[in-house]
């Protein structure tokens, strides 16, 4: 079974400097695809950023990045410029590629995030 | 486009009665849903995965007998919870995915807030 771990349940960063969510994982599988997943107080689920595991290229989008190592099977989530806005529970997500219907998330405890003005 | 509406979105009920949740997805067909659950302050567990026309896989330890799933059209899947006790108070989020393969996006529900009095 896969498993995945955040070590920092609160995080807490000034508005428009750059914080680092950590992430871990641990599975047997060679492919696979990690997901980072923000939800806010209304706990609708919102996708951020998505990474498939056969990919070397760290996925980007706009003010999020990831750093992906998966020998270490690490997977962080930097926000740059950080924003009121972003303020929320944020959730690392791990899904196999096996297909056959076994490709439920498993996510990580989340971590919360502050955003100070 | 890929919107997946859950309906109540709030419910609050006797201890003993079933309480039925819908999942849809309302503009593409969903041939497999998963159902997740969610304690206050902690992550999402996954609860089952359901694909359409044939019987919904449960995770283990999530009693098949008191969460009930029927997944018997490609934009609808329901949960029933049977003989509802306090301690099934929760918050519910299904998600929904296209297509066959487990390259395609789940697409998250706005969730269910149980509470049983």
């Known amino acids: 079974a896969q498993t995945v771990t955040q070590s920092q349940p609160e995080m807490s960063v000034q508005e428009a400097e750059t914080v680092t969510l950590s992430c871990t994982y641990d599975?047997?599988?060679?492919?696979?695809?990690l997901f980072w997943y923000k939800q806010p107080p209304s706990r609708q689920m919102i996708l951020v950023i998505r990474?498939?595991?056969?990919?070397?290229q760290n996925a980007t989008e706009n003010r999020f990045s990831v750093n992906f190592q998966k020998a270490a099977k690490s997977f962080s989530l930097k926000i740059s410029d950080s924003q009121l806005g972003d303020a929320a529970m944020y959730f690392c997500a791990y899904r196999s590629r096996r297909g056959g219907g076994a490709d439920g998330l498993t996510f990580g405890k989340g971590t919360h995030l502050i955003i100070q003005p | 486009g890929a919107v997946v509406s859950q309906h109540p979105s709030w419910v609050i009920c006797k201890s003993g009665t079933s309480v039925k949740i819908e999942c849809r997805s309302l503009d593409f067909q969903a041939t497999t849903m998963f159902w997740y659950r969610q304690f206050p302050k902690q992550s999402l567990m996954l609860m089952a995965t359901s694909n359409e026309g044939s019987k919904a896989t449960y995770e283990q330890g999530v009693e098949k007998d008191k969460f009930l799933i029927n997944h018997a059209s490609l934009t609808l899947s329901t949960l029933t919870v049977t003989s509802a006790h306090p301690e099934d108070s929760s918050f519910y989020i299904c998600?929904?995915?296209?297509?066959?393969?487990?390259?395609?996006?789940?697409?998250f529900g706005d969730g269910t807030r149980l509470s049983i009095l």
């Open positions: 998600s929904a995915r296209t297509g066959l393969g487990s390259n395609q996006p789940q697409h």
């Open positions: 990474q498939e595991a056969y990919k070397q």
């Open positions: 599975t047997s599988e060679s492919d696979y695809y």
